[in-house]
């Protein structure tokens, strides 16, 4: 996929894990599949995603530790 495609689905990923705070698990999925779609290409992961997408894992991690 090309670069500025998958920088475009990123971008509407990120939207809409602010919009949509109920479907976070999903959306952090397809978060960390675009990130790792950039990785496999040798392609940095913009500062700010790569941020969230470790934000999110913590915080499933926590979640999953209070279970």
Do not use: C, S
Request: aromatic share 4%; glycine share 4%; no cysteine.
């Amino acid at each position: 996929m090309p670069f500025e495609k998958v920088q475009a689905e990123l971008n509407r990923i990120a939207r809409e894990i602010e919009e949509r705070p109920a479907n976070r698990h999903e959306l952090y999925l397809g978060l960390h599949e675009k990130l790792n779609e950039l990785r496999a290409l040798g392609l940095p992961a913009p500062e700010d995603l790569a941020r969230l997408e470790r934000e999110l894992e913590g915080e499933f991690a926590r979640r999953n530790e209070q279970r």
